[in-house]
Nanobody
Framework: QVQLVESGGGLVQPGGSLRLSCAAS????????MGWYRQAPGKQRELVAE???????RYASGVKGRFTISGYNARNTVYLSMDSLKPEDTAVYYC???????????????WGKGTLVTVSS
């Protein structure tokens, strides 16, 4: 059983910063990529940022230059540093692990339960 546990969400004022963490645990041999998605009320879940095992990162256009994804080391942990936060960044942020391989499974995707980020004055 693979579990993803997010932490670091909360309430922050516009212009502020937060850092989210996501740790994957379980019987894992490898993970192709880890990423962050978000879902605002009434909207579809969307990609925020993703990083592959090779270190390649991609970002949604609306967060480029403000958010940084990092980590994804041997500890299967990924971080999302969020600066210059805007009210429109308010959402539940979900961690995802892509193409996970273990002792008795191959190519599975897993999601965390999400952490709420609220940007408001």
């Amino acid at each position: 059983q693979v579990q993803l546990v997010e932490s670091g969400g909360g309430l922050v004022q516009p212009g502020g910063s937060l850092r989210l963490s996501c740790a994957a645990s379980g019987s894992i041999f490898s993970i192709y990529a880890m990423g962050w998605y978000r879902q605002a009320p009434g909207k579809q879940r969307e990609l925020v940022a993703e990083i592959t095992s090779g270190g390649d990162a991609r970002y949604a256009s609306g967060v480029k230059g403000r958010f940084t994804i990092s980590g994804y080391n041997a500890r299967n942990t990924v971080y999302l540093s969020m600066d210059s936060l805007k009210p429109e960044d308010t959402a539940v942020y979900y961690c995802k692990a892509d193409h996970v391989t273990g002792p008795d499974y191959y190519g599975m995707d897993y999601w965390g339960k999400g952490t709420l980020v609220t940007v408001s004055s």
